[in-house]
């Protein structure tokens, strides 16, 4: 009872509710930067959508390029299903100003569900389209169309699939939450301590 005592006589006394103040303040700072991070994400969502559809708009170039090495523009069913798999694509459009239309595709390719044309994004308009693939539960067929990134004045038409841009677009989603969770904590424990450190350590013990 007397050791008892005597840790209550020298325990420090502070002032009431600083600990209280300290515990907001952490709270309060961890949520302003979650929602800083989401006021990043949203652009950055959208624009990784755009790299990746500019990504399959590029390869899809590429691909179309054993075209050119045939003198009927024609290849064998089994090297078209390859490429048109490498490319991740159903059919693909390649046009260059003055030369037919080029065109590679399985038989009977799907009608499109919707149409985007990369030469008319706006900043706003890739964060909507971004966001919209997160609300849509089916598996959309889209035609792309785009500039290629490989030649000056050949634009390129590829039908491509959601499912996997949806998933690759949740996964980078899922690594921005987890970076946004650690440094939340790690900034709240930073203002925590330096609150300690300059406000509760400095304060007289009696």
């Known amino acids: 009872l007397l050791y008892l005592s005597l840790m209550k006589t ?104 919707a149409v985007y044309d990369l030469r008319a994004g706006t900043f706003i308009g890739l964060i909507a389209d971004a966001l919209m693939v997160f609300g849509e539960g089916n598996d959309r067929v889209l035609r792309v169309v785009g500039p290629s990134p490989k030649q000056d004045g050949v634009i390129v038409e590829v039908l491509l699939r959601e499912g996997p841009m949806r998933m690759a677009m949740i996964d980078f989603s899922w690594r921005i939450l987890a970076l946004s969770l650690i440094i939340s904590f790690l900034t709240g424990c930073l203002v925590y301590l330096s609150l300690r450190w300059l406000i509760v350590s400095p304060l007289p013990r009696g």
């Open 10 to 113: 020298v325990r420090p006394r502070l002032p009431k509710g600083l600990y209280g103040l300290s515990a907001r303040l952490l709270m309060h700072t961890a949520a302003f930067v979650m929602l800083s991070e989401v006021l990043i994400y949203a652009p950055s969502i959208g624009r990784f959508r755009k790299d990746y559809l500019e990504d399959r708009i590029a390869a899809a170039h590429l691909a179309t390029l054993a075209l050119e090495a045939t003198p009927d523009n024609m290849v064998s069913e089994e090297l078209k299903a390859e490429l048109l798999d490498h490319a991740g694509a159903l059919a693909i459009v390649i046009a260059k100003p003055g030369q037919v239309r080029r065109v590679l595709a399985i038989e009977m390719p799907p009608n499109a569900d």
